[in-house]
């Protein structure tokens, strides 16, 4: 564990809190992707399945059990609670799961560290949380106005991504014999995914304007 | 590797 890492981790947690926040606090989850949230509960899930019986430590375990808690919450508010299931822009969130779950299921049939279930799963999750802002990103893209927390939610998301290269970095200028191939391109795939909204997130934020992104 | 594939990230 380094300072990257618990960084990039404490970014993860917060850029989640920040959406539930939001979502508790206006009753509201307008410009919010219900399949990016949903892809990402899959990703835990798959990824977090061994929590029971492959316990590496406290820090670990306690921060699957909060991913998977807190994005339950997330998915739960936009689909059940009575107010603010009404504020789901489901209209402009139309990108098929089935666009990015195939493919990352093919790939991680074909190219993962070992053939077994429980590896194959954890291969699809890394696969699949390299892709799954991609609604969130055409849902911005479509809506235009990005309300500040939504905006903070996704550059936060985007700056966990960075901190974990940095902890790669880190990792292979100290640990002997760490390589870790799969995640590292997976990671950089997705954190390039961030860049364009990155560059007109830093721009807003310089010229002190309400982020706007393009058409 | 060998043995079981270890993942310590999150």
Request: glycine share 4%; hydrophobic share 50%; net charge positive.
């Amino acid at each position: 564990m380094n300072l990257f890492r618990f960084a990039g981790d404490i970014l993860h947690l917060l850029s989640i809190l920040v959406l539930l926040l939001k979502i508790h606090a206006t009753k509201s989850c307008a410009g919010i992707s219900l399949k990016t949230q949903e892809l990402y509960l899959a990703v835990f899930i798959t990824r977090y399945l061994d929590l029971f019986w492959n316990f590496h430590s406290l820090y670990n375990s306690v921060f699957k059990v909060v991913y998977i808690g807190t994005t339950s919450m997330i998915v739960w508010y936009m689909r059940r609670h009575r107010n603010v299931k009404l504020t789901y822009d489901r209209d402009h969130d139309t990108f098929r799961y089935l666009f990015l779950v195939a493919p990352c299921a093919v790939l991680s049939l074909l190219i993962n560290a070992r053939y077994n279930l429980f590896e194959i799963l954890w291969t699809f999750s890394i696969y699949l949380e390299a892709v799954a802002i991609l609604p969130q990103l055409v849902l911005l893209q479509r809506t235009k106005n990005v309300d500040n927390l939504t905006g903070n939610y996704v550059f936060l998301l985007g700056l966990y991504r960075a901190f974990y290269i940095l902890n790669w970095v880190y990792r292979f200028a100290t640990e002997p014999g760490y390589s870790a191939w799969l995640v590292w391109i997976s990671g950089l795939i997705q954190t390039g995914l961030y860049l364009d909204f990155f560059y007109y997130y830093v721009q807003a934020w310089k010229q002190s304007k309400k982020l706007q992104l393009p058409s | 590797a060998s043995g079981q594939e270890t993942h310590d990230e999150l």
